[in-house]
């Protein structure tokens, strides 16, 4: 099982930017580079959605229209880390932000059950 650690979110005004990271370790975690990794988030009331995603090599990624232009996912296998870069935040990124990674590293999965390992989430509140 991996386990996965979220960090750098927090309270910011709206245009503002944050940086994300997720620290990956754990006992059966053989190769960070062998994963796809992705970033999801949960507002209130409402269910986890895709945010971005990035493959094993980092060689490809995939956003949601949303954030397309605003977010940038990266990753830096020597660290067993990836990064979620946000600028130009909107209130309605106001959310708790997950990351999780999938097995199946040569593919970007967009749907959360097909990933499986999640970490505890950070909360990003963005202020109008």
């Known amino acids: 099982q991996v386990q996965l650690v979220e960090s750098g979110g927090g309270l910011v005004q709206a245009g503002g930017s944050l940086r994300l990271s997720c620290a990956a370790s754990?006992?059966?975690?053989?190769?960070?580079?062998?994963?796809?990794m992705g970033w999801f988030r949960q507002a209130p009331g409402k269910e986890r959605e895709f945010v971005a995603a990035?493959?094993?090599?980092?060689?490809?990624?995939d956003y949601d229209d949303s954030v397309k232009g605003r977010f940038t996912i990266s990753r830096d296998n020597a660290k067993n880390t990836i990064y979620l870069q946000i600028n130009s935040l909107k209130p309605e990124d106001t959310a708790v932000y997950y990351c999780?990674?999938?097995?199946?590293?040569?593919?970007?999965?967009?749907?959360?059950?097909?990933?499986?390992?999640w970490g505890q989430g950070t909360q990003v509140t963005v202020s109008s």
């Open positions: 990035i493959r094993a090599s980092g060689g490809s990624t």
């Open positions: 999780a990674a999938n097995a199946r590293g040569w593919v970007l999965r967009r749907t959360p059950n097909l990933y499986d390992s």
């Open positions: 754990g006992r059966t975690f053989s190769t960070f580079s062998s994963y796809a």
